[in-house]
């Protein structure tokens, strides 16, 4: 079974602090992503990448920073948190270019910013 | 442009009786189709996909999705809803291989009743 484990359930940091969220997949995958997920507004992503220290812009990149340094582990930077960053965070990753491609997802970090 | 809206923000069934979740998409081109289940505190796990072969499409636990094209629509359908069934769906469409390309709806919570 595909695993994509990330670094913390549950975290919480104060305005300003420089905030890292690892994700770690274990299938040799291409492509990974970040996303965040808020009540009503369903998943939007972040960030994704398709190969080592590739990456291309989500739709709300803006805040966020990621890196790719290995292929397995993708990395998501809240360079300075912000209370409206507060949100569950999910990672994923898929294997292939094919949009018929599952998806698989880690657990999710909580992040709340005070 | 493609879009994926799912009808409703929640539903509740009775257990044992039948769930219908609705999903439509629009898309310029051949999508291909997911639902995914996230239970609460967890990440997201598939649950079935169209992917221009069969229109009628399996999945876990007992659900099933019919792609029609006529109205395109992909809802997601169980015969007798079991207590364990209570998460948030959510359904997905893909057009190309390109990750960004992957546009998912707000999701649909669905309540299982005693």
Known sequence: DVKVTQSSRYLV???GEKVFLECVQDMDHE???WYRQDPGLGLRLIYFS???KMKEK?????????SREKKERFSLILESASTNQTSM?????RGGTGG???QYFGPGTRLLVL | AQSVTQLDSHVSVSEGTPVLLRCNYSSSYSPSLFWYVQHPNKGLQLLLKYTSAATLVKGINGFEAEFKKSETSFHLTKPSAHMSDAAEYFCVVTVYSSASKIIFGSGTRLSIRP
């Open chain 1, 13 to 15: 940091k104060r305005t």
């Open chain 1, 31 to 33: 492509n990974m992503f």
């Open chain 1, 50 to 52: 398709y190969d080592v």
């Open chain 1, 58 to 66: 989500g739709d709300i990149p803006e805040g966020y920073s990621v």
């Open chain 1, 89 to 93: 965070y999910l990672c994923a990753s």
């Open chain 1, 100 to 102: 018929f491609e599952t």
